[in-house]
């Protein structure tokens, strides 16, 4: 029997987009979040932070416009939307730590039952590392979402009852998007709220690494 | 009064001394002080205690200072996916690592630029960067406490400077500078056009004059790496 198809990297992102509120301030970290932008449903207007000093990014710059000030915190020259505004980095940040930002989404290696996150190490990988802005964003955003495939290369699990990976924040997960599932973090441990088409809630939890309470009504992700 | 304009980038760099801890500027290839760390390179200094939010792209930023071996401890926060000189010589442990949180490594600057002490966060809590770290829980939330990163040069990238020192910055290229102005006890800045004092509307400065110490006109490189 060929292996159940799972969304696309492009389809996480897609279903994540419905995540973030109309006229939100929201920041988008590297891989699938970066991917986001692209998916807004019409009529959703949503600010984009960048942690290098900038609200209101806009797409990309197009070939022979770019502007090599005006670089995402990937290094891509974008534009602006109107209404965008510059700050220093330093502001930048107190915009994620203080909790001003509506919405972050990042990527991860591991989330566990409690929220923690995982994005920053592999361990025994080569060289020095990199945090860059993920543990402010951690520490401080109101809602911050974890777009990652549900399970490793290996096939074992991402979301776990304890992270085995170096930590990027405690218990500051709020809602896992994956190829699988949509999952939310609850006090009482991890919430199953929608399935992959296709996808059965048993068959997601024998592929989760901590317990899922699923509810009757688990919908099925609609990817319309 | 004493003249902060230079003509020459060398000179701009010759009292820098073997050792010294320089605060470097830029983000994501915007806002880099690529003249002045070239006109460093040409002096030699070297065993520098660099801050800076990466470690170099390519030959270009910091990667022209690893390059040639004249960093010996790094304080930052996102090395960077072409950081190869960097990676290189922190393999061989030619060069140590600091990694902070990019809004602490700001938040630290900007406490030695204060005045202040130390300051409690909950970045990082329970991560790798608490190990070793005062902690107390405040208002029920676990916190580390954080030390100001101090510095004895800012090598900062500005648009325009006046002569005597009053700064902007074009679109998202202030970045770091802003703050690495006011954390280092010298401030030198590399900028695009020097204009006249009062030139800069008074309402339009974004970083005032009593933070920079150096001025030089950057000639050359725009963006490397």
Redesign the interface.
């Known amino acids: 029997m060929p292996a159940k198809p799972r969304l696309t990297r492009e389809q996480i992102a897609q279903r994540a987009a419905r995540e973030l509120p109309d006229g939100g301030y929201v920041n988008l970290g590297w891989g699938i979040p970066n991917l986001i932008a692209e998916y807004l449903p019409p009529g959703v207007t949503v600010y984009f932070h960048s942690e290098n000093g900038i609200l209101g990014m806009g797409p990309r710059a197009k070939p022979g416009e770019e502007d090599y000030d005006l670089v995402d915190a990937m290094k891509v020259p974008v534009t602006l939307v109107p209404g965008a505004a510059f700050f220093h980095q330093a502001d930048a940040h107190l915009m994620t730590r203080g909790g001003h930002l509506d919405v972050a989404v990042l990527g991860g290696f591991q989330v566990s039952e409690k929220g923690d996150l995982a994005n920053w190490k592999i361990p025994g990988a080569k060289g020095s590392g990199a945090i860059g802005g993920a543990m402010d964003i951690a520490a401080g955003t109101k809602t911050l979402i974890v777009c990652m495939e549900h399970t490793t290369k290996e096939g074992l699990p991402k979301i776990v009852r304890e992270c085995t990976y170096p930590l990027t924040g405690l218990a500051c997960v709020t809602t896992i998007v994956t190829d699988l599932a949509v999952i939310d973090v609850k006090p009482g441990g991890l919430m199953l709220r929608e399935v992959a088409p296709h996808w059965a809630p048993a068959e997601v939890q024998a592929l989760t690494g901590a317990k899922l309470s699923a509810p009757n009504d688990v919908q099925e992700m609609d990817l319309s | 009064m004493k003249r902060k304009v230079y003509s020459d980038i060398d000179a701009v760099v010759a009292d820098v001394p073997d050792g010294a801890r320089i605060m470097f500027g830029g ?5 880099f002080p690529n003249n002045l760390i070239a006109a460093l390179a040409r002096k030699g200094t070297k065993d520098i205690v660099a801050i800076s ?1 990466n ?1 170099g792209t390519r030959d270009g930023e910091l990667g022209l200072l690893f390059k040639l071996n004249r960093i010996r401890h790094v304080i930052a ?4 996916p072409h950081s190869n000189h ?2 290189e010589r ?2 061989a442990k030619e060069v140590t ?1 600091e ?6 490594l ?2 630290r600057m ?1 406490a030695a630029a204060a005045g202040l002490l130390g300051f409690y ?9 608490a190990v070793g770290k005062e902690e107390r829980t405040i208002d029920g939330k ?1 916190a580390i406490l954080e030390m100001p990163i101090h510095a004895d040069f800012a090598f900062i990238k500005a648009q325009k400077a006046d002569e005597l020192g009053n700064l902007t ?11 690495m102005a006011m954390a280092a006890k010298a401030t030198i800045v590399e900028v695009e056009e020097i204009v006249p004092i009062g030139a800069i509307d008074p309402e339009s400065v974004m970083t005032p004059a009593i933070f920079v110490h150096r001025i030089v006109q950057a000639k050359g490189i ?2 490397a790496g």
Do not use: D, M
Not at chain 2, 27 to 31: C, I, L
Not at chain 2, 122 to 129: A, F, N, Q
Not at chain 2, 169 to 179: D, E, G, K, S, T
């Open positions: 983000f994501g290839g915007a806002g939010n470690c926060s996102f090395p960077g960097f990676q922190f393999t690592l990694l902070v949180p990019q809004g602490i700001c938040e900007r966060t909950t970045v990082g809590v329970g991560t790798e960067v676990r910055y074009r679109l998202a290229a202030q970045n770091f500078n802003p703050i725009r963006y």
